[in-house]
């Protein structure tokens, strides 16, 4: 039987395959080729392609984010230390609580974009926790006063800026934050009792024109990074498709088209990784010989297309006979197969054997001008590599098995002859080894 080759990969590749969903899945490939066939300003991931593009950029987003917070939170217990130092005790007392409630919030959301949760749950903890940071930072000038209201709302709007720029994260979610940040900003400016209702209106609407195009570019780059996630995915797909079409090609190269067996290529191909393979002898091997009896008188008198038939039939017989992970069975010649038994003894073999010429015998294959019977027969020569006998090589072994078939063609057919060195008279050898 023939073994395809599989091809082995890492596990990070394979990983990188299960989340791209490379396979052969006719709907993602169509979905796919629609999408790039627009343009990309109108790409729209449906639901599947959705989830393996956060899946995709989920490792990235989440490194980024966290990141984000660790800095946040450094930045945080910083400027708490350095405001300790510069600022009056009143107003560090105003500000000691708002400032000390950011850094808390920044690494516990490090920790809950550690691992992969529930969308739902890690958008909703991520937009609060943002929030969070932002009223946090808002408070802190709030309740300093003065110079430090405005400059904390500025801080505040920048912070939030920067988290929609580098958030690769839906685009809901970052109008949420957006959203959340000039609603802060909007609420406090209307409060500064230092600023005039014109002022506050005038800076609002400046930094929400800011915020508004930079979610649009955050947009974009969202949008650059979903084509690109599709044209890998249809390239990935190609080339697994492009693998598969190879490996059917080696198949058919390896294969006998009549009976689905090795043919004679892939059998020599073996014989070489047995026996060639660092210059060693494979240890206790096995090889049959099995040969059709009289199959030229079958295709004489019943034609071609039932000798055909014949040769499917015997080789299915022989498969059926053989460890399927193991054993490799070939079509070596017109009606000859070559069977490699590995790690099978000279009495296993000879069971092996003589089950198979029993079971074409029982099939009841017509082969009527066949001198030996009505019906199709075998005959076998065995040849055997002890473990612990004299190493031969390949093709010592396979003569050997070549004159054991020959003196069961000789002694009658239709019988099973074992390759005994020591016997050099062919009669003894006949009635002492064929069956």
């Known amino acids: 039987m023939v073994k395809r080759k599989k091809v082995i990969f890492s596990p990070a590749i394979a990983a990188d395959r299960a989340y791209l969903g490379v396979h052969n899945d006719p709907v993602v ?58 600022l009056p005790l009143d107003i560090l007392k105003s500000i000691i ?89 909007y609420v406090f400016q209307l409060t500064n009792p230092s600023l005039e209702l014109g002022s506050a209106l005038a800076s609002t609407l400046f930094f929400t024109a800011g915020v508004f195009a930079t979610v649009a570019a955050r947009r974009n780059m969202t949008l650059l990074a979903q084509k690109s996630f599709l044209l890998e995915l249809r390239d990935r797909h190609r080339v697994f498709e492009l693998g598969e079409v190879n490996d059917r090609l080696e198949s058919l190269a390896r294969t006998d088209p009549l009976t689905g067996v090795a043919n004679r290529r892939w059998m020599e191909e073996m014989l070489v990784r047995l026996w060639d ?5 494979p240890g206790q091997v096995a090889m049959l010989m099995c040969d059709i009896d009289e199959f030229k008188k079958l295709n004489d008198h019943l034609g071609h297309a039932e000798g055909d038939r014949c040769l499917v039939q015997v080789a299915n017989i022989i498969e059926k006979h053989v460890r399927r992970n193991l054993d490799v069975v070939a079509r070596y010649g017109g009606e000859e197969f070559l069977v490699i038994l590995p790690q099978l003894s000279e009495a296993e073999a000879l069971l092996v054997a003589e089950r198979v010429r029993e079971s074409v015998e029982a099939a009841s294959m017509p082969n009527p001008t066949s001198s030996v019977s009505r019906y199709v027969t075998l005959s076998i020569g065995i040849a055997v590599q002890g473990a612990g006998s004299e190493n031969l090589s390949s093709e010592q072994l396979q003569q050997h098995a070549d004159a054991a078939l020959y003196r069961a063609k000789q002694s009658g057919r239709n019988r099973v002859v074992i390759h005994r060195p020591q016997t050099s008279s062919l009669d003894d050898l006949a009635e002492e080894n064929a069956v």
């Open 97 to 185: 609580l708002p400032s000390a409630v950011l850094p808390p919030i920044a690494l516990a959301l490090a920790l809950v974009w550690r691992r992969p949760r529930a969308p739902w749950l890690q958008g909703s903890l991520l937009i609060a926790g943002v929030f969070g940071i932002l009223l946090s930072i808002a408070l802190v000038g709030l309740n300093a006063g003065g110079e430090f209201y405005e400059r904390h709302l500025n801080i505040m709007l920048f912070v939030a800026i920067t988290a929609i720029i580098i958030f690769g994260i839906p685009l809901a979610w970052t109008v949420t934050i957006a959203a959340l940040a000039l609603s802060l900003y």
């Open 277 to 281: 393979k660092e210059k060693k002898s």
């Open 29 to 86: 490939s169509a979905e796919v080729e629609r999408l790039l066939s627009h343009r990309t300003r109108d790409i729209r991931l449906n639901d599947e392609l959705n989830r393996l593009f956060r899946e995709r950029i989920w490792p990235q987003t989440a490194k980024i984010i966290r990141a984000w917070m660790i800095w946040v939170a450094i930045l945080g217990v910083l400027t708490l230390a350095l405001n300790m130092l510069l």
